[in-house]
């Protein structure tokens, strides 16, 4: 009878360890899965902040030529330099609404002007 005591206490001990090692694992996992999440999206910001200041540009351009009255304003993927692979596009209504989509890699923005 001691004998069976002493086997099952073993028994319970690794089980009792495998389950706290599964516990780790599984917490690791998540973790790690979030912290790519949270990198993949700082990278993307920074793709962000092109496309939306090449949005800018675009809307500032064709602003300037508006109130300048060439009237030449529908920009089409307009490269703003030769490193970045930026680009904008513009509309305008001819009244007062100007509207440019800025994109950079896989990431567009787009800004509204009204006056």
């Known amino acids: 009878m001691i004998n069976n005591n002493i086997s099952q206490k073993g028994v319970i001990s690794i089980v009792l360890a495998t389950l706290i090692l599964s516990i780790i694992s599984v ?35 064709c602003l300037y030529e508006a109130r300048k009255g060439s009237g030449v304003c529908g920009f089409i993927n307009i490269s703003l330099d030769f490193d970045s692979n930026a ?9 007062n609404e100007i509207k440019s989509t800025g994109e950079f890699r896989n990431t567009t923005r787009k800004v509204e002007l009204n006056w």
Do not use: C, D
């Open 87 to 95: 680009k904008y596009t513009t509309t305008y209504n001819g009244s």
């Open 27 to 61: 917490i690791t996992f998540g973790i790690s899965a979030l912290m790519l999440q949270q990198i993949k999206m700082s990278k993307q910001m920074g793709n962000s902040v092109i496309a939306f200041y090449a949005a800018e540009s675009g809307a500032e351009r």
